[in-house]
């Protein structure tokens, strides 16, 4: 039986004051509530983990709600009848935000928050909704609330593992979930010699064990600490960069899978119904005017919502409807979200020190069904042929080195795969995996600049691609990845060979390494029994890289005009900071490495690449070649010509060249 939605409105009204956007004219926001009652012995909805251990309504239905956020063009048949579902990031908009070049904003409501206006000035109509059962209100979050699973009313327990990294000094006290805007699951005990509490610099470093009375499961009240089932106090304070490991047994893991169901559930409302279950209109539909086409985008953590999503089945409704026509996951690297699982943690993912050995990179890896000669197993995301979308897939060099992103277009030892019809893969090249585009290069934990590349124009284009592929069949580009066929898709120690002297810099050692992980005999049932899971070192999948040019930026992928153009080396990768694990690649940050200005400055520093004096005779050369560089992109639909005027007005103004 279909699920029953009802909507909750409660803020509808002018965005951006009115204000109109080209031949689409003004837009509205809404902003609400959306309650779900869903059938748990509909086949459809049998593989949420424990939906049949949730609480059950007086129809035998289960209910949960989550927040809804909607802009959509006032007259909807102005618009392009497109909808882009923007996948929230532990409960933050991100699509206006990265398609317009605007402030981030959980509600965008001003002119302000329209950026550029791109996504309106097409016309999309834009909805995001909760997903993740485990993040908190606060700060404009997006949540769901999804109901807590219980064994004929006894609660359910399970072995937790969760992991602590600081960044500062002076920090004693977490909570369980080790931040502040996802919840914790609740230990059982307050018996520290129940759990297991340890702590290394290295991911590879033995485990070194806490006393049990060392620690409490505590919080802190005016300074002293307080017992709590949802804390964890460690008196002599967490050591800024270690790794501090506790798994414990812990009770009552929510229905988290719920968050699949709801966003296909939503969805199909909004593309098909009329009213919802009490006769409230569906606000997408003005007499015959509704939406013909649904896109989902997401980055890093929502692209392995959309990975996931498909490749578990959602990506269909009750009524056997595809959801998604395209989706755009961005920054995903390999990996696909772990939320249908108990005691589930979406919001982790495995980097070389942080979070390693979470489950988000299994395989399948790719878009294509293969067979893994590591493991036996036969599988792929894509494998519904009547229901699969097209994809566009893209990634920045941090996704090679932190986040297994060659995986996604080689087979699990490395051998280059054919183009999938139906899927489009892009390295955004040089870049790395979140650059505000309203933000420079930024300071942080880590030993160099961070890389402030801006590949928003990319996006931009590829929507455009995305919608012409979906609509009119027009095939998009071909991808553009770094291949083992032509030499540009290699190791680290080739990277490190080829790599140029710069003063203070040094290549990382290697890649975010993996191996095959054993969870437990129940992990397919989506049970994680065994904490932490065991790798096997003799079944390595191989972790690829791109290979560099003379300056170190990257050879393959789309080469923005500052990358064709360059003002200095932009790399993926960053190192953490001395004592704090300094040989680690600092989390997902990549490196911003300016060209000196004179051939003296380089000389006398030692530094190889080529000075900007020696590279630009003047300002209208450099603009020249600016202009190119970005008129090649337009002609290969990688760019749009709005952004290739942004370009060049921006290397007119470089104020490096002064």
Known sequence: MDTQVRLCIDTREPFADGMAFGDVGPYERLAGRILF???????????????????RNAAGLV???????????????????????????????????????????????????AGNGFLMRRGYTLVASGWQGDILPGDGRLTIQVPVARENGSPITGAVRTEFIVEEAGVSCLPLSGNDYTASYESVSLDTRSATFTYREHETDPRQAIAPEA?????????????????????????????????????????????????????????????????MPNPLKQGDIGIEQ?????????????????????????????????????????????????????????????????????????????????????DGILKRPATDPLVIHTQTASEYWQRRGSLVHTDPL??????????????????????????????????????????????????????????????????????????TLISVAEVRARFPTIPGVTCPREPNRLFVQEFGPDFERGILSKEPPEEDKGKEYAVLVPQVDADGNDLPGIRTPHIEVPLATFTGWNLRLPGCAERDLASLNGSYLPFAKTAAQRQGSGDVRPSLQERYRSRAQYVRAIALAAQRLVEQRLLLEEDADRYVALAMQEATLD
């Open 37 to 55: 009652a869903i059938d748990p012995e509909d086949p459809a909805n049998r593989p949420i983990v424990d939906l049949d251990q949730a609480p």
């Open 63 to 113: 209910e949960y709600a989550t927040d809804v956020y909607i802009l959509k063009p006032l007259d909807l048949a102005r618009g392009n009848r497109r909808l882009l579902y923007d996948v929230n990031n532990r409960g933050n908009i991100r699509a206006v935000q990265f398609f317009n070049d605007a402030p981030h904003s959980n509600a965008p409501s001003t002119a302000a928050h």
């Open 215 to 279: 620690w409490q499961f505590a919080r802190l009240d005016g300074g002293k600490p307080v017992p709590s089932t949802w804390h964890c106090y460690l008196p002599a304070g967490f050591r800024p960069g270690w790794i501090y490991e506790l798994i414990y047994t812990a009770k009552n893991p929510l229905v988290m899978g719920l968050g699949f169901t709801g966003v296909r559930d939503l969805l199909a409302f909004l593309l098909h119904a009329d009213a919802d279950a009490d006769g």
């Open 294 to 378: 649904t896109y989902g985008w997401g980055r890093s953590q929502s692209g392995r919502f959309l990975r996931e999503f498909v490749y578990r089945g959602f990506n269909e409704d009750m009524r056997g409807r595809r959801i998604f026509d395209g989706i755009a996951p961005h920054v995903a690297g390999g990996g696909r979200v772990i939320l249908n699982y108990r005691f589930a943690q979406p919001g982790r993912h495995p980097r070389q020190h942080e979070d390693h050995l979470y489950a988000s990179d299994q395989f399948p890896f790719a878009y294509c069904v293969l067979t893994d000669p590591l493991t036996g197993k036969t």
């Open 414 to 487: 490395g051998a280059d795969l054919p183009e999938r019809e139906g899927v489009r893969i892009f390295l955004f090249a040089s870049s790395q995996h979140h650059a505000d585009p309203n933000t420079g290069p930024l300071q942080g934990p880590y030993r160099g600049l961070s890389n402030p590349l801006n590949t928003t124009p990319l996006l931009r284009a590829l929507l455009d691609v995305l919608d012409a592929w979906v609509t009119h069949g027009t095939p998009p580009p071909p991808s553009r990845v770094p291949r083992r066929a032509d030499g």
